[in-house]
């Protein structure tokens, strides 16, 4: 089994919709991130958590917001979706005692019309 | 200045040969340094991580960090067509966030 996973995987939705994407590991990690990427743009930090109880804007939060239920669990997000709100999401996890390396899930692809 | 930045490419060379893939960084980001590979339609994975100057090698990679200079570099030696992927700088700033750069698209041909 996969260590990060996402759900869903793919989505379509409308504008002013409201969307939520989820995110679970079982690393064991505290930190939990949540990035977009588009093309040409890279992946940008939208929001992270270095635990249940801490939770810290990234670049680009406006228009989402996260919520971390449990140390394995953060959810993203998108209150009324936009059309530039369209991209390739990925949720990260790490380890801070080690070496800092960020492991990724598979992204959700999502498509606002 | 953006915290990272890379030239996106693309870049394109034979089999057999060296890539060589740079990245510059801002004060903003001082700590440790990532390049990570990224197939489409995948999630990006580690290639290496460099936290002090000089070089570091891994197997056909090796990892250069110039603090002065404030770079960071990924040579892969020997390139196979299956190193063809999108190679991603990124940086940890004393925030604890990470930046990454735009992407260097790599191909390697047979």
């Known amino acids: 089994d996969a260590d990060v996973t996402q759900t869903p995987r793919n989505r379509i939705t409308k504008t002013g919709k409201r969307i939520m994407l989820e995110c679970s590991q079982t690393?064991?990690?505290?930190?939990m991130y949540w990035y977009r990427q588009d093309p040409g743009l890279g992946l940008r930090l939208i929001y992270y958590s270095f635990d249940v109880k801490d939770i810290n804007k990234g670049e680009i939060s406006d228009g989402y917001s996260v919520s971390r239920q449990a140390q394995a669990k953060f959810s993203l997000s998108l209150e009324s979706a936009i059309p530039n709100q369209t991209a390739l999401y990925f949720c990260?996890?790490?380890?801070?005692?080690?070496?800092?390396?960020?492991?990724f899930g598979p992204g959700t692809r999502l498509t606002v019309l | 200045q953006k915290e990272v930045e890379q030239n996106s490419g693309p870049l394109s060379v034979p089999e057999g040969a060296i890539a060589s893939l740079n990245c510059t960084y801002s004060?903003?980001?001082?700590?440790?340094f990532f390049w990570y590979r990224q197939y489409s339609g995948k999630s990006p994975e580690l290639i290496m991580s460099?936290?002090?100057?000089g070089d570091k090698e891994d197997g056909r990679f090796t990892a250069q960090l110039n603090k002065a200079s404030q770079y960071v570099s990924l040579l892969i030696r020997d390139s196979q067509p299956s190193d063809s992927a999108t190679y991603l700088c990124a940086a940890l700033a004393g925030s604890n966030q990470f930046y990454f750069g735009t992407g260097t698209s790599l191909t390697v041909i047979p």
């Open positions: 004060d903003r980001v001082s700590q440790s």
């Open positions: 690393k064991g990690h505290d930190r």
């Open positions: 990260a996890t790490s380890d801070p005692g080690s070496t800092d390396t960020q492991y």
């Open positions: 460099i936290y002090s100057n």
